[in-house]
């Protein structure tokens, strides 16, 4: 049986010893070396060929997310594991961007590292469940994001900047002074912008034209 070589990661011995443990009592896995720095971990790739780094986020040199970057621009058959403290979505997001094929927290149970490798290993991506919930709602707030874009384009030209004066906080009556048109129609363009763009409240307009530089914040 062909074993995954694993290259660990951490700038904390007892870590690294008891990943070593851990891992050195699965059949499938040989841990061909060690790493307390991102520039170690990247001489460490260059010369051993690991198939999955387990790589911390917090090193004294590089980040972890920068020497996942680099490894998989070098390295690009090469996995890499994230095993972190870090739960938070600025994290995650930027270790999935960098190429980390799986992402586990260091509180999590010793089973759902040993399946990460394994299914980083495979070419599949592992996301701990707690933190699964941050890529389903990304991709709710890009999907959302995208039917709004593709709504902008429907909006008429005066649609437009009307939404852009009620973003700004204008009234209906000031926003018709300065289109000369009546009050009545700006409440009209109002109801039918908000309408196509899914948007319910001043706020969420406000929001929406920031995003999309109608309005300096």
């Known amino acids: 049986m062909k074993k995954i ?27 061909v070396g060690e790493a307390d720095s991102g520039e170690q971990a990247l001489d460490l790739a260059d010369q051993l060929k690991p198939d999955v780094i387990i790589m ?9 997310i920068e020497a996942t970057r680099r490894v998989k621009q070098k390295h690009p058959e090469t996995a890499v594991a994230a095993l972190t403290i870090h ?20 509180r999590a149970a010793p089973d759902d590292l040993i399946t990460a490798i394994r299914a980083a290993h495979r070419g599949e991506t ?30 008429t030209r005066r649609e437009q900047e009307v939404l852009s004066l009620l973003a700004e906080g204008k009234t209906n009556d000031e926003i018709a002074g300065e289109l000369v048109i009546s009050p009545h129609t700006v409440a009209r363009h109002r109801e039918n912008l908000m309408g196509k763009l899914g948007l319910h409240n001043r706020s969420e307009l406000v929001k929406y034209a920031i995003r999309k530089g109608l309005i300096k914040p």
Request: hydrophobic content about 45%; cysteine-free.
């Open 5 to 31: 070589k694993l290259l660990l990661v951490d700038d904390h011995v007892v870590v690294r010893g008891g990943l070593r443990m851990l891992l050195e009592n699965e059949a499938d896995f040989v841990i």
């Open 56 to 64: 911390d986020l917090t090193l004294p040199d590089i980040s972890g």
């Open 87 to 106: 739960e938070d979505q600025q994290y995650f997001f930027e270790m999935l961007q960098a190429g980390a094929s799986a992402y586990v927290p260091k």
């Open 126 to 155: 592992y996301i701990y469940p707690s933190l699964a919930k941050l890529l389903v709602n990304d991709f709710l707030e890009h999907s959302d994001d995208e039917k709004q874009t593709a709504a902008m384009s429907e909006l």
